[in-house]
Protein backbone atom coordinates (compact mmCIF):
# COMPACT_ATOMS: atom_id res chain seq x y z
CA UNK A 1 0.00 0.00 0.00
CA UNK A 2 1.35 3.41 -0.62
CA UNK A 3 2.39 5.83 1.51
CA UNK A 4 2.52 9.71 1.65
CA UNK A 5 5.12 10.75 4.00
CA UNK A 6 7.37 9.37 6.43
CA UNK A 7 8.44 11.95 9.34
CA UNK A 8 12.04 11.02 10.78
CA UNK A 9 12.75 12.35 14.01
CA UNK A 10 16.63 12.01 15.71
CA UNK A 11 16.13 11.34 19.15
CA UNK A 12 18.27 11.59 22.47
CA UNK A 13 17.36 11.73 26.12
CA UNK A 14 14.34 14.31 25.37
CA UNK A 15 11.56 11.65 26.85
CA UNK A 16 10.04 14.88 28.81
CA UNK A 17 9.77 16.32 25.50
CA UNK A 18 9.05 13.71 23.06
CA UNK A 19 4.77 13.64 23.78
CA UNK A 20 4.50 17.15 23.01
CA UNK A 21 6.04 16.68 19.24
CA UNK A 22 4.34 13.23 18.59
CA UNK A 23 1.27 14.68 19.93
CA UNK A 24 0.98 17.59 17.19
CA UNK A 25 2.73 14.57 14.55
CA UNK A 26 -0.47 12.34 15.49
CA UNK A 27 -2.96 15.08 14.89
CA UNK A 28 -2.20 15.46 11.62
CA UNK A 29 -4.90 15.85 8.41
CA UNK A 30 -3.66 12.37 7.16
CA UNK A 31 -5.08 9.06 7.74
CA UNK A 32 -3.35 6.63 9.98
CA UNK A 33 -2.08 4.10 7.44
CA UNK A 34 -1.20 7.47 5.40
CA UNK A 35 2.06 8.52 6.80
CA UNK A 36 4.91 6.74 9.46
CA UNK A 37 6.67 8.61 12.34
CA UNK A 38 10.66 6.77 12.51
CA UNK A 39 11.82 7.70 15.79
CA UNK A 40 15.61 6.92 15.93
CA UNK A 41 17.67 6.44 19.50
CA UNK A 42 20.71 7.64 19.58
CA UNK A 43 21.56 5.45 21.53
CA UNK A 44 20.01 7.51 24.87
CA UNK A 45 21.49 6.88 28.23
CA UNK A 46 18.39 7.50 29.75
CA UNK A 47 15.55 5.02 29.32
CA UNK A 48 12.73 6.19 26.70
CA UNK A 49 9.96 5.53 28.98
CA UNK A 50 7.59 8.23 27.00
CA UNK A 51 8.76 7.50 23.50
CA UNK A 52 8.49 3.50 24.11
CA UNK A 53 4.47 4.43 25.31
CA UNK A 54 3.58 6.00 22.11
CA UNK A 55 5.29 3.06 20.07
CA UNK A 56 3.25 0.34 21.84
CA UNK A 57 0.10 2.71 21.66
CA UNK A 58 0.24 3.93 18.20
CA UNK A 59 0.64 1.98 15.05
CA UNK A 60 2.10 5.11 13.36
CA UNK A 61 5.19 5.39 15.34
CA UNK A 62 8.04 3.24 15.52
CA UNK A 63 10.78 2.80 17.33
CA UNK A 64 14.40 1.97 16.60
CA UNK A 65 17.69 2.26 18.59
CA UNK A 66 21.25 2.70 17.31
CA UNK A 67 24.62 2.94 18.72
CA UNK A 68 25.03 6.49 19.45
CA UNK A 69 26.93 8.56 16.74
CA UNK A 70 25.20 11.85 16.12
CA UNK A 71 22.32 13.19 14.41
CA UNK A 72 23.55 12.97 10.41
CA UNK A 73 24.02 8.81 11.29
CA UNK A 74 20.24 9.02 12.77
CA UNK A 75 19.01 10.88 10.37
CA UNK A 76 20.36 8.34 7.88
CA UNK A 77 18.83 5.67 9.40
CA UNK A 78 15.51 6.65 9.71
CA UNK A 79 16.23 7.63 5.65
CA UNK A 80 16.76 4.08 5.21
CA UNK A 81 13.87 2.59 6.24
CA UNK A 82 11.75 5.34 5.46
CA UNK A 83 8.56 4.06 2.90
CA UNK A 84 6.59 7.83 2.27
CA UNK A 85 6.46 9.50 -1.00
CA UNK A 86 7.62 12.42 1.27
CA UNK A 87 10.28 12.78 3.65
CA UNK A 88 9.61 15.59 6.94
CA UNK A 89 12.27 15.85 9.28
CA UNK A 90 11.74 16.58 12.87
CA UNK A 91 13.37 17.06 16.10
CA UNK A 92 12.25 15.80 19.15
CA UNK A 93 12.09 18.79 21.70
CA UNK A 94 10.32 20.70 18.85
CA UNK A 95 6.61 20.66 18.04
CA UNK A 96 4.82 21.04 14.60
CA UNK A 97 1.27 22.14 13.85
CA UNK A 98 -1.64 20.04 14.01
CA UNK A 99 -4.14 19.42 11.42
CA UNK A 100 -1.79 21.08 7.87
CA UNK A 101 0.81 17.92 6.68
CA UNK A 102 -1.70 16.31 4.38
CA UNK A 103 -2.48 19.97 2.69
CA UNK A 104 1.17 20.65 2.67
CA UNK A 105 1.71 17.76 0.29
CA UNK A 106 -1.29 17.81 -1.30
CA UNK A 107 -0.59 21.54 -2.59
CA UNK A 108 3.06 20.08 -3.76
CA UNK A 109 1.96 17.24 -5.47
CA UNK A 110 -0.59 19.24 -7.37
CA UNK A 111 2.57 21.17 -8.31
CA UNK A 112 5.18 18.70 -9.18
CA UNK A 113 7.80 19.90 -6.43
CA UNK A 114 10.48 18.06 -5.03
CA UNK A 115 10.72 20.51 -2.04
CA UNK A 116 7.98 22.53 -0.42
CA UNK A 117 9.02 25.05 2.35
CA UNK A 118 6.42 26.53 5.17
CA UNK A 119 7.07 28.96 7.90
CA UNK A 120 8.64 28.43 11.32
CA UNK A 121 7.51 30.18 14.52
CA UNK A 122 10.63 30.42 17.00
CA UNK A 123 9.64 30.62 20.45
CA UNK A 124 10.95 30.04 23.94
CA UNK A 125 9.61 27.50 26.31
CA UNK A 126 7.61 30.16 28.41
CA UNK A 127 6.40 32.32 25.30
CA UNK A 128 1.86 32.02 25.21
CA UNK A 129 1.76 30.53 21.37
CA UNK A 130 0.07 32.67 18.93
CA UNK A 131 -2.34 31.47 16.53
CA UNK A 132 -0.21 30.23 13.32
CA UNK A 133 -1.02 31.11 10.48
CA UNK A 134 -2.70 28.67 7.97
CA UNK A 135 -2.81 30.47 4.79
CA UNK A 136 -2.83 27.33 2.52
CA UNK A 137 -4.14 28.94 -1.00
CA UNK A 138 -1.24 31.27 -0.43
CA UNK A 139 1.41 29.49 -2.51
CA UNK A 140 4.45 30.90 -3.91
CA UNK A 141 5.00 30.47 -7.75
CA UNK A 142 7.62 27.59 -8.94
CA UNK A 143 10.98 28.11 -9.37
CA UNK A 144 13.89 26.31 -9.49
CA UNK A 145 15.91 25.63 -5.99
CA UNK A 146 18.45 27.83 -7.17
CA UNK A 147 16.27 30.92 -7.93
CA UNK A 148 14.35 30.32 -4.99
CA UNK A 149 17.70 30.23 -2.50
CA UNK A 150 18.57 33.65 -4.05
CA UNK A 151 15.25 35.14 -3.36
CA UNK A 152 13.43 33.03 -0.71
CA UNK A 153 9.87 34.38 0.13
CA UNK A 154 10.40 33.37 3.92
CA UNK A 155 13.40 33.66 6.20
CA UNK A 156 14.46 30.03 7.68
CA UNK A 157 15.71 29.32 4.52
CA UNK A 158 18.30 25.97 5.15
CA UNK A 159 16.39 25.30 8.50
CA UNK A 160 15.55 21.52 7.58
CA UNK A 161 12.43 21.29 9.55
CA UNK A 162 10.61 23.50 7.28
CA UNK A 163 10.53 21.72 4.68
CA UNK A 164 9.37 18.44 2.87
CA UNK A 165 11.01 16.66 0.26
CA UNK A 166 10.14 14.32 -2.16
CA UNK A 167 11.79 11.06 -1.65
CA UNK A 168 12.43 9.93 -4.57
CA UNK A 169 14.18 12.77 -5.55
CA UNK A 170 16.37 12.66 -3.04
CA UNK A 171 17.02 9.17 -3.55
CA UNK A 172 17.83 9.62 -7.12
CA UNK A 173 20.73 12.10 -5.85
CA UNK A 174 21.88 9.70 -3.38
CA UNK A 175 21.28 12.25 -0.66
CA UNK A 176 22.45 11.87 2.72
CA UNK A 177 23.30 13.99 6.01
CA UNK A 178 27.04 14.75 6.17
CA UNK A 179 28.34 13.29 9.85
CA UNK A 180 29.25 16.88 10.95
CA UNK A 181 29.28 18.82 14.65
CA UNK A 182 26.45 20.88 12.95
CA UNK A 183 25.68 23.24 9.80
CA UNK A 184 24.56 19.10 8.52
CA UNK A 185 20.43 20.08 7.54
CA UNK A 186 22.19 23.42 5.66
CA UNK A 187 24.84 21.27 3.52
CA UNK A 188 21.93 18.64 3.02
CA UNK A 189 18.94 21.42 1.56
CA UNK A 190 22.13 23.06 -0.12
CA UNK A 191 22.39 20.08 -2.54
CA UNK A 192 18.58 19.85 -3.01
CA UNK A 193 18.53 23.48 -3.91
CA UNK A 194 21.59 22.92 -6.53
CA UNK A 195 19.56 20.01 -8.24
CA UNK A 196 16.27 20.74 -7.22
CA UNK A 197 13.89 21.84 -10.49
CA UNK A 198 10.63 22.54 -9.07
CA UNK A 199 10.09 23.98 -5.51
CA UNK A 200 7.33 26.81 -3.65
CA UNK A 201 6.85 28.07 -0.76
CA UNK A 202 3.51 28.30 1.07
CA UNK A 203 1.93 30.53 4.01
CA UNK A 204 1.69 27.68 6.48
CA UNK A 205 3.58 28.32 10.23
CA UNK A 206 4.31 24.61 9.95
CA UNK A 207 6.94 24.50 12.92
CA UNK A 208 7.20 25.65 16.51
CA UNK A 209 10.79 25.80 16.89
CA UNK A 210 12.16 26.22 20.55
CA UNK A 211 15.06 27.78 21.66
CA UNK A 212 16.78 25.40 23.82
CA UNK A 213 19.88 27.39 25.70
CA UNK A 214 21.46 23.78 25.77
CA UNK A 215 21.42 22.84 22.45
CA UNK A 216 24.63 22.80 19.74
CA UNK A 217 23.64 26.00 18.39
CA UNK A 218 23.01 28.34 21.66
CA UNK A 219 25.19 26.46 24.10
CA UNK A 220 28.93 28.32 24.11
CA UNK A 221 29.85 25.36 26.17
CA UNK A 222 29.41 23.01 23.36
CA UNK A 223 31.38 25.71 20.72
CA UNK A 224 34.03 24.95 22.60
CA UNK A 225 36.13 23.05 20.61
CA UNK A 226 37.20 22.69 17.04
CA UNK A 227 34.69 20.30 15.73
CA UNK A 228 32.68 23.32 15.85
CA UNK A 229 34.92 25.71 14.24
CA UNK A 230 35.44 22.61 11.16
CA UNK A 231 31.83 22.55 10.72
CA UNK A 232 31.57 26.64 10.28
CA UNK A 233 34.11 26.11 7.78
CA UNK A 234 32.63 22.65 5.66
CA UNK A 235 29.28 25.25 5.90
CA UNK A 236 31.05 28.21 4.37
CA UNK A 237 32.96 25.77 1.53
CA UNK A 238 29.64 24.52 0.57
CA UNK A 239 28.11 27.81 0.00
CA UNK A 240 31.83 29.01 -1.75
CA UNK A 241 31.62 26.01 -4.07
CA UNK A 242 28.08 27.47 -5.28
CA UNK A 243 29.28 31.16 -5.23
CA UNK A 244 31.87 29.50 -7.80
CA UNK A 245 29.78 27.44 -10.08
CA UNK A 246 28.94 28.91 -13.30
CA UNK A 247 25.45 27.70 -13.14
CA UNK A 248 24.50 29.36 -10.33
CA UNK A 249 22.00 32.56 -10.86
CA UNK A 250 24.03 35.97 -10.05
CA UNK A 251 21.41 36.95 -7.19
CA UNK A 252 21.75 33.24 -5.54
CA UNK A 253 25.36 34.01 -5.73
CA UNK A 254 25.29 37.36 -3.73
CA UNK A 255 22.73 36.29 -1.31
CA UNK A 256 25.14 33.36 -0.56
CA UNK A 257 28.47 35.25 -0.18
CA UNK A 258 26.07 37.49 2.27
CA UNK A 259 25.70 34.20 4.19
CA UNK A 260 29.72 33.46 4.20
CA UNK A 261 30.19 37.37 5.14
CA UNK A 262 27.97 36.20 8.33
CA UNK A 263 29.38 33.05 8.60
CA UNK A 264 33.45 34.18 8.84
CA UNK A 265 32.71 37.05 11.10
CA UNK A 266 30.96 34.38 13.10
CA UNK A 267 33.42 31.83 12.88
CA UNK A 268 36.20 34.91 13.80
CA UNK A 269 33.72 35.80 16.92
CA UNK A 270 33.37 32.31 18.30
CA UNK A 271 37.15 30.95 17.70
CA UNK A 272 38.63 34.44 19.09
CA UNK A 273 36.74 33.16 22.52
CA UNK A 274 36.74 29.70 22.56
CA UNK A 275 40.45 28.01 20.79
CA UNK A 276 43.87 28.82 20.00
CA UNK A 277 45.24 31.67 18.74
CA UNK A 278 46.98 28.80 16.42
CA UNK A 279 43.93 27.67 15.24
CA UNK A 280 42.62 31.21 14.68
CA UNK A 281 45.76 31.11 12.47
CA UNK A 282 44.93 27.85 10.55
CA UNK A 283 41.04 29.67 10.38
CA UNK A 284 42.72 32.40 8.37
CA UNK A 285 44.87 30.26 6.34
CA UNK A 286 41.37 28.07 5.62
CA UNK A 287 39.20 30.73 4.32
CA UNK A 288 41.71 32.66 2.40
CA UNK A 289 41.97 28.90 0.26
CA UNK A 290 37.94 29.06 -0.16
CA UNK A 291 38.15 32.60 -1.53
CA UNK A 292 36.22 33.47 1.84
CA UNK A 293 38.86 36.09 3.13
CA UNK A 294 39.85 39.16 3.37
CA UNK A 295 35.76 38.99 4.29
CA UNK A 296 33.44 40.76 2.12
CA UNK A 297 31.22 43.89 3.06
CA UNK A 298 28.52 43.59 5.41
CA UNK A 299 24.97 45.86 5.94
CA UNK A 300 25.06 45.70 9.63
CA UNK A 301 27.00 48.41 11.83
CA UNK A 302 28.26 45.69 14.39
CA UNK A 303 29.35 43.57 11.60
CA UNK A 304 31.11 46.64 9.48
CA UNK A 305 33.21 47.08 13.21
CA UNK A 306 33.91 42.97 12.98
CA UNK A 307 34.67 42.95 9.40
CA UNK A 308 37.28 45.81 9.52
CA UNK A 309 39.26 43.73 12.63
CA UNK A 310 39.55 40.43 11.20
CA UNK A 311 40.53 42.11 7.82
CA UNK A 312 43.42 43.00 9.92
CA UNK A 313 44.35 39.59 10.35
CA UNK A 314 48.51 40.97 12.38
CA UNK A 315 45.98 43.38 14.53
CA UNK A 316 43.27 40.39 14.88
CA UNK A 317 45.99 37.81 15.99
CA UNK A 318 47.54 40.43 18.46
CA UNK A 319 44.25 40.79 20.18
CA UNK A 320 43.90 36.92 19.92
CA UNK A 321 47.19 36.94 21.99
CA UNK A 322 46.19 39.58 24.51
CA UNK A 323 42.68 37.94 25.72
CA UNK A 324 44.10 34.28 25.85
CA UNK A 325 47.02 35.90 28.71
CA UNK A 326 44.09 37.82 30.40
CA UNK A 327 42.84 35.70 33.91
CA UNK A 328 39.96 33.48 32.94
CA UNK A 329 37.48 35.75 35.26
CA UNK A 330 38.23 38.53 33.10
CA UNK A 331 37.94 36.54 29.87
CA UNK A 332 34.61 35.23 30.99
CA UNK A 333 32.99 38.63 31.76
CA UNK A 334 34.18 40.37 28.32
Not at 195 to 205: L, P, Q
Request: glycine content about 6%; overall charge positive; proline content about 4%.
Amino acid sequence: MRMKLSVIIPYYNTDALVGRALDSLLDQDLAASDYEIIVVDDGSSEEPVVLKDYARRYPQVNYYRIDHAGLSPARNFGMSLAKGDWLYFCDSDDYVQRQVLGRIIAVAEERGLEMINAACLMLRPSDPVPAPKRNFSNVSETQSGMEYLGNPPAPMTCGLWVSLFRRSFIEALGLRFENVFYVEDCLFKLQVFKHASKVAFIDVELYFYIYNEKSIMHSGKRRNCAAFAAAKIRGIEAKMALVDDPATPEQTALFLKDRCVDDVIGLFINVFRYSTVQETMACYSRLEALGAYPVGKTKSKSGRIMRALINRKHLWIFMCRIYHILPLKLRQRL
